[in-house]
């Protein structure tokens, strides 16, 4: 089968890598011709250390040749730039080819999913995601990783299943899309309060803490916008949270630590180098606690760090002296 890879960062890359692996013709797309022209002379990604691209990855940089020659369109640029690529993609897209969207976010001011983004914009395709705790950087050199592909039909689901799955990336199917994505996008701002805490120093019981009440918070919201419960459970829920909040890999985690050391957000993510959907995540995520009447107590505080210039410190008391609860979601 050919499968395209529309955006050449390190996730698109290492997907490629798998699909390549999977015995697929894949071409790997970026607009940016010096991109191509360097992953096609070294057969590298500079920001993938052991990773090596096999021969049948091709490079590209007419999305029309991409989007019309591929059975599947596997969607990897940033969250930002879904909608923007997806309209272009739209007059190349055939009736009912297969869109997989990979980035993990909500349209701000829309508060749309990547694939309802999608939807919206290529009314022609169905559209999937794929998504769950997974590195780039892992993923490249085939170590062993889970994942899943989420889609509203089932056979839309199994079929990417059988595009991806291997003995090194085993790929599970879930219909709660709108859950699976809901999760993805959240965990990032959950993370970069994670890494605020390692910035200031904090220790193993505030992460677990972080984690713990951050799936609740996620949780809560999720299941008032219909989602399934066991979704969150699952492996794009607190699966991909812990190892986004673990995680040098997690560029989230890392600008949430140069937060937490004393910069803003600007300046942490221009040192991290890459984007940091958390810091696009977080005024959704607060807009969409708002709307459905969900407390979701440390989204509030990362946004005020992030948009306010609340102190970190102070943000983290306040958490501490909130109101005394009893324990659940």
């Given amino acids: 089968m050919k499968a395209a890879v529309i955006g050449a960062g390190t996730w698109g890359t290492a997907l490629a890598i798998v699909l390549a692996k999977n015995g697929h013709e894949v071409m790997l797309w970026s607009k940016f011709p010096a991109e191509i022209k360097e992953l096609m ?9 052991g990773a090596v691209l096999p021969e049948n ?19 990897a640029v940033p969250s930002i730039y879904v909608r923007e690529t997806a309209r272009e993609m739209s007059p190349y897209v055939s009736p009912g080819k297969i869109v997989v969207t990979v980035a993990k976010g909500i349209e701000e001011g829309s508060l749309l999913t990547m694939t309802e983004l999608v939807e919206q914009e290529i009314p022609a ?31 839309t689901a199994r079929f990417v299943q059988d595009c991806f799955m291997n003995e090194s990336f085993r790929v599970y199917i879930n219909t709660d899309v709108k859950g699976v994505e809901i999760g993805a996008a959240l965990k990032n701002v959950i993370a970069l309060a994670a890494g605020m805490a390692d910035g200031l120093g904090y220790g193993d019981n505030t992460k677990a803490a972080l984690i713990t009440r951050g799936i609740a918070e996620i949780s809560r919201l999720g299941m008032k916008m219909g989602c399934r419960p066991e979704t969150f459970a699952g492996l794009s829920g607190i699966g991909d949270l812990i190892v986004t909040c673990a995680s040098m890999h997690s560029r989230n985690r890392r600008a949430g630590i140069l937060i937490g050391e004393g910069r803003n957000y600007e300046e942490a993510m221009r040192e991290v180098g890459q984007v940091v959907e958390g810091v696009y995540a977080a005024k959704a995520a607060l807009e969409l606690s708002e709307r459905y009447e969900v407390s ?23 958490l501490m002296l909130r109101d005394r609860k009893e324990e659940g979601i």
Wanted: charge should be negative; glycine fraction near 4%.
């Fill in 41 to 49: 002379e070294t057969r590298r990604h500079r920001n993938l250390p």
């Fill in 57 to 75: 990855i091709t490079g590209e940089t007419a999305l029309r040749a991409v989007c019309e020659d591929c059975a599947v369109l596997v969607l």
């Fill in 125 to 155: 395709a169905r559209a999937a995601v794929l998504s769950g705790p997974t590195h780039a950087e892992e993923v490249s050199r085939l170590l062993p990783t889970t994942i899943v592909a989420g889609a509203r039909e089932e056979q």
């Fill in 296 to 318: 979701m107590p440390i989204v509030e505080k990362v946004n005020e760090i992030l948009f306010a210039g609340k102190p970190v410190r102070e943000a983290v008391r306040e």
